[in-house]
C-alpha cells in the first residue's frame, strides 16, 4: 500500500509559477499511474493531469492544458505538477493520487491519495 504526501502549495500571485510535489512511500511507485485532483472552496473533487506509469503519457484537464505540466522521477518516487501563468481560479486544495490502470479521469478509479496542499492564488 502506498502512501503519498503532497508539498509546495501556497499563496500567490495572478501570473506566477509555482510547483507542487507528491512524494511516495511504502508501495512500488513505478506500478502507479499518478494523476493530481483539485478541490475549490464549496465544490467536487476536480481531475487536473496523470502520467502514465511508463511516464511516457500525460493528459491533462482543458482548463489547464498549456500551463501545467505533470512529471514523474521513479528513482525518487516523486511526482511534480509545475503550475505556469496561474489564475485566480485555480485555488484549490491539490491532491495526488495513484491508480493501478493508465489514464484515469474519475477520483473513484484511484485507490490511494495524499492529504492535499492548499495552492491560493491572488488576483
Known amino acids: 500500500q502506498v502512501q503519498l504526501v503532497e508539498a509546495g502549495g501556497r499563496l500567490v500571485q495572478a501570473g506566477d509559477s509555482l510547483s507542487l510535489s507528491c512524494v511516495a512511500s511504502g508501495g512500488t511507485f513505478g506500478v502507479y499511474a499518478i494523476a493530481w485532483f483539485r478541490q475549490p472552496p464549496g465544490k467536487e473533487r476536480n481531475f487536473v493531469a496523470v502520467i502514465s506509469r511508463s511516464g511516457n503519457t500525460a493528459t491533462y484537464a482543458d482548463s489547464v492544458k498549456g500551463r501545467f505540466t505533470i512529471f514523474r522521477d521513479d528513482a525518487n518516487f516523486t511526482a511534480r505538477l509545475r503550475m505556469a501563468r496561474l489564475k485566480p481560479e485555480d485555488t484549490a486544495v491539490y491532491f495526488c493520487?495513484?491508480?493501478?490502470?493508465?489514464?484515469?479521469?474519475?477520483?473513484?478509479?484511484?485507490?490511494?491519495w495524499g492529504r492535499g496542499t492548499q495552492v491560493t492564488v491572488s488576483s
Open positions: 493520487a495513484a491508480a493501478t490502470q493508465d489514464g484515469q479521469r474519475a477520483p473513484i478509479a484511484y485507490a490511494y
